[in-house]
């Protein structure tokens, strides 16, 4: 992670007790940087503003779980991409949009968020190997759930049909998927990152 000057630990230290001053500090720093990041998938810039202002609200709800300055910025991101998928996916059904371009955006958005991350023991590639190598090792059952789930953008009762399972049985397996991949990632990213880009 990049080094943080001894003023912004300050700042930072500050933003945990509740300063308005400080929250107001981070808000004008990453402002921009969420907005141009929403823009860029929504293209609608209103739609963007009031999804940078909703994930800085996030942002100061949360703010007991956010333990380092650096995480800051990759929860904003985080928070901001949900938002975005959200807006894009309830555009999909009015507009029928392909499941090939949400899953696109989503893997753009994704890329983003790690590269945000400044990774210093792992290069993106790497994680992106260390991923499909943990989907690839899952029990063959767990894996067919998980990739039409994830990649596929479909709904546990289409899963249980086209499987030959009941729902609880694809529950069961995306719980299991997400446990293993989040015990095998735990040590290269914060545990909200992790369950936001497996399980959005």
């Known amino acids: 992670?990049?080094?943080?000057?001894?003023?912004?630990?300050?700042?930072?230290?500050?933003?945990?007790?509740g300063d308005n001053d400080a929250f107001n500090f981070y808000f004008n720093k990453y402002y921009n940087r969420v907005l141009g990041f929403s823009i860029q998938f929504?293209?609608?810039?209103?739609?963007?503003?009031?999804?940078?202002?909703?994930?800085?609200?996030?942002?100061?709800?949360?703010?007991?779980?956010?333990?380092?300055?650096n995480g800051i910025l990759p929860f904003l991101y985080t928070y901001a991409k949900s938002i975005c998928l959200n807006l894009l996916r309830h555009n999909e059904v009015k507009n029928k949009f392909k499941n090939e371009l949400l899953n696109q955006k989503e893997k753009e958005l994704d890329t983003q968020i790690l590269n945000s991350m400044h990774f210093d023991s792992l290069e993106l590639t790497e994680l992106e190997v260390l991923i499909n190598k943990v989907i690839a090792e899952l029990p063959e059952k767990t894996k067919q759930v998980y990739l039409k789930k994830r990649f596929e953008n479909k709904k546990n009762e289409e899963i249980a049909t086209e499987m030959g399972v009941s729902q609880k049985a694809v529950e069961a397996h995306m719980t299991k998927a997400l446990k293993i991949l989040k015990e095998q990632l735990s040590d290269y990213l914060p545990s909200f990152i992790i369950i936001t880009l497996l399980n959005s």
């Open 1 to 17: 992670m990049k080094e943080i000057n001894h003023n912004e630990l300050n700042y930072f230290k500050a933003f945990k007790e």
């Open 42 to 69: 929504l293209y609608d810039k209103d739609e963007a503003k009031n999804v940078t202002q909703e994930a800085f609200l996030k942002l100061w709800i949360n703010k007991d779980k956010i333990e380092t300055a």
